[in-house]
């Protein structure tokens, strides 16, 4: 088991958004969590990823697991002025304990994820003048630098159109058996 959550209540300032769930994620397993905007699936997973802390039940993960986080999209993420590389790398940060220089390891890892997503071509781009489909899938490579064992992917594929919804989601699916990393998605 990598993560399970028991009889778990989110709060949002006062406002109770999720009552009494109760799930676990093992190797290799994919979750979709579902709901109508407004309904507590945002505040579900910035519970688990400890970002926020006004819960009641249980949350348990496995020691030291490492979890990757695609948030969904805002228009300050849309206008970021960095290079592709900058972003993907970028990911690694969490791993480090103090700010330091990238490693030569850290650049191999970023550029294999983004070779995995087929935008290696993309690296000195500006992530800003990307469209929207290339651009989740940079926020999806940087993800995966920080993610060893957990995956978690909060709408990915809102404002995409339906041909690059599909190919995202396959990509997931795809990602999800070749790198037998855990997936908790949330989409409405």
């Known amino acids: 088991m990598i993560l399970e959550c028991k ?5 949002y300032g006062t406002y109770q958004a999720v009552e009494n769930v109760s799930f676990s994620i093992n190797a290799g397993e994919y979750l979709c969590v579902v709901g109508a905007n407004g309904s507590g699936k945002s505040t579900l997973v ?4 400890g970002l926020n802390k006004n819960f009641t039940g ?5 020691k030291k697991i490492s979890v990757g986080y695609l948030p969904q999209q805002t228009l300050v ?3 970021f002025p960095a290079s592709v590389f900058e972003v993907v790398l970028s990911g690694l940060l969490s791993n480090k304990k103090f700010f330091t220089f990238y490693t030569k390891t850290d650049k191999k890892i970023a550029l294999e994820n ?3 997503l087929g935008i290696e071509s993309l690296a000195k781009k500006s992530f800003k003048e990307l469209s929207g489909g290339q651009q989740q899938r940079v926020l999806l490579a940087r993800a995966l630098c920080a993610a060893k064992d957990l995956l978690i992917l909060d ?3 809102t404002g995409l159109d339906p041909a690059v ?4 989601y396959e990509l997931i699916k795809k990602l999800n058996k070749s790198e037998n990393k855990e997936a908790l998605h949330k989409k409405n």
Request: hydrophobic share 35%; proline share 4%.
């Open 58 to 62: 249980s949350i348990i993960k496995e």
């Open 46 to 49: 910035k519970t688990i990823l």
């Open 77 to 79: 993420q849309k206008d």
């Open 165 to 168: 919804t599909d190919e995202l």
């Open 7 to 11: 009889n778990l209540s989110c709060f």
């Open 155 to 157: 709408e990915p594929v």
């Open 114 to 116: 983004m070779q995995k």
